[in-house]
């Protein structure tokens, strides 16, 4: 393979640009990783050091923004994964100082319960003191809502 090849067709990266964007992804700044790419550029001047690796930065942002969100997708399980990983931990026999201990059982037990709303406090109404001001355009309206707070229908006889 030469030099200055293509080897990500995708991002139309070379191998050098690859080897730079994953120096990034480790943490080395786009200065120390644009020299150790390409060691002949110690003989330039920071600006040119400095401009050139942003340059390349940008080149290959998007290969190492889609690199990162493919690392993070792997590593979050998904629901599915969350129960059943839950589930082992409920059943796992879990050796204590004096027996079994059941508290990561409990613990993941619980967490399921939560996840599938079992045992939920949602029947709980919380009472608060609001006030509500209603606006009324006209005198009628206010007789009409006057009558409706106070239990009334708001039709003629009722």
């Not at 003989?43 to 993070?72: F, H, M, P």
């Amino acid at each position: 393979m030469s030099k200055g090849q293509i080897v990500d067709t995708t991002y139309h990266l070379t191998a050098l640009d690859c080897q730079f964007g994953d120096l990034l992804l480790t943490g080395m700044s786009q200065h120390d990783a644009f020299l150790v790419i390409r060691p002949h550029a110690a003989r330039w001047g920071q600006n040119a050091i400095d401009s050139n690796a942003s340059k390349l930065a940008r080149k290959v942002s998007i290969r190492n923004g889609e690199v990162l969100a493919q690392a993070t997708t792997n590593a979050i399980m998904d629901v599915s994964e969350r129960k059943e990983r839950l589930s082992e931990i409920g059943n796992e026999d879990i050796p204590g100082k004096h027996g079994p201990n059941r508290q990561p059982n409990i613990a993941a037990i619980a967490e399921l319960n939560k996840m599938e709303h079992i045992y939920s406090d949602a029947n709980i109404t919380n009472i608060d003191n609001r006030t509500i001001e209603v606006v009324v355009s006209s005198e009628e309206a206010k007789v009409l809502t006057d009558r409706i707070l106070q239990g009334e229908g708001t039709k003629e006889g009722k």
